[in-house]
Structures are given as structure tokens and as C-alpha cells.
């Protein structure tokens, strides 16, 4: 019902910068919450950011002051910005969209229905 594309991954030295960006189409009235995702070799999933379509954001306390989530004017185009890139970073990032939550938009997978297939981060030392 909802398609999600990632871009923009590639590979950087440590101190770098990169842009993702997530595209959305198909049935996106319901997305109420969007959030990347990142999963490294051997290790769980794990949230980086979220943001509401009021702009409310949530942030993973790892990357606070380094990583900045934005949307379009509608909930069908989503940005990370990554600044000062660390070899920690380096993982599969995943964007996700999902329903309203009284909760607010948070970093827990659950709360999100769909899933785009990620695209690659690698953050050389």
C-alpha cells in the first residue's frame, strides 16, 4: 500500500557528511510518522531519528548534534542529514512509515508498518 526508496548511501571518511533521502508513494494519507532505521553486521535494528507531520522529532541519543530528519510539505519524502560521520555509523539504513500513535512518533520498529530496503553507510577511520 505504502512504497518506501531510499538513496544517497555511500561511503565516507570518518568527520564526513551524508544525505539520505526517502521517497514515498502509493496510499501515504495515513502516514502520520516516519524514522530511519539502521541495522550494522551482527546487531539489531536500532532507530535513528523520527518526525511526525507536525515536524515533532525524536532522536537516537548516539547521534544528537550530528544527524538532523526532515520532510517534504507531505509525509511522501524524507532527508537524514549526517554530519561528522563515525565508523559506528556505519550500517544498512532503512526509512519506515507508519500510523498516527498517541505515544508520538518514537524509535521503536514496531510502531512502523512499511519498510523500504535500505541503502548502505560506510564510515571509514
Known amino acids: 500500500q505504502v512504497q518506501l526508496v531510499e538513496s544517497g548511501g555511500g561511503s565516507v571518511q570518518a568527520g564526513g557528511s551524508l544525505r539520505l533521502s526517502c521517497a514515498a508513494s502509493?496510499?501515504?494519507?495515513?502516514?502520520?510518522?516516519m524514522a530511519w532505521f539502521r541495522q550494522a553486521p551482527g546487531k539489531e535494528r536500532e532507530g535513528v531519528a523520527a518526525?511526525?507531520?507536525?515536524?515533532?522529532?525524536d532522536y537516537a541519543d548516539s547521534v544528537k548534534g550530528r544527524f538532523t530528519i526532515t520532510k517534504g510539505n507531505t509525509m511522501t519524502t524524507l532527508s537524514l542529514q549526517m554530519d561528522s560521520l563515525k565508523p559506528e555509523d556505519t550500517a544498512m539504513y532503512y526509512c519506515?512509515?507508519?500510523?498516527?500513535?498517541?505515544?508520538?512518533?518514537?524509535?521503536?520498529?514496531?510502531?512502523?508498518?512499511?519498510w523500504g530496503q535500505g541503502t548502505q553507510v560506510t564510515v571509514s577511520s
Open positions: 518526525i511526525s507531520q507536525y515536524d515533532i522529532t
Open positions: 519506515a512509515a507508519g500510523p498516527y500513535v498517541s505515544s508520538g512518533c518514537r524509535l521503536n520498529p514496531t510502531a512502523y508498518s512499511y
Open positions: 502509493g496510499y501515504t494519507y495515513n502516514v502520520y510518522c
